[in-house]
């Protein structure tokens, strides 16, 4: 059971920061999230505003060359792991991980088809890099805007709202 939770564009990375500000607040025990999209889309700028969410201890960044970062959290027992499963094969090497699932938030870049048997519920944000065009910016590379949709899988996600 699959159900978009919400869609909508950030601007900049300021609000895609904020935005993980906001998730962070849903955010338990057993949580498991897979940030999904392109290269610079802003799967770590997002994951950066979660850890700020969640009060977690140290500079959250992309743990390309390690794949797993736990950070311990400020008044919480529940850490953040940050997983990048870019150079992971399959789901049984995230597995392979020895990551306490059940008692950690997880958040994993690049996940996309990782997932199946680690949870029955999961949140999956996507991120896509959109060209917008308007009066403001016709034409403009620089345009930062990107798409966000998030879906919940599972009953976990069932009533959440963001």
Known sequence: MSKPILELQIRDADEMHALGIRLAKEFRAGDLVTLIGPLGAGKTTLTRGIGEGLRAIGNVT????????????????????????????????????????????????WGKGMLDGVSDDWLEIEIARESFVNDENSGDEDDETREVCITGYGERWKDVTF
Do not use: Q, W
């Open 62 to 109: 992309s743990p390309t060359f390690v794949i797993a970062r736990t950070h311990k959290r400020e008044d919480s027992s529940v850490p953040m792991v940050h997983v990048d499963a870019y150079r992971l094969g399959s789901a049984d090497e995230l597995y392979d991980l020895d990551i306490d699932y059940a008692n950690s938030i997880v958040l994993v870049e």
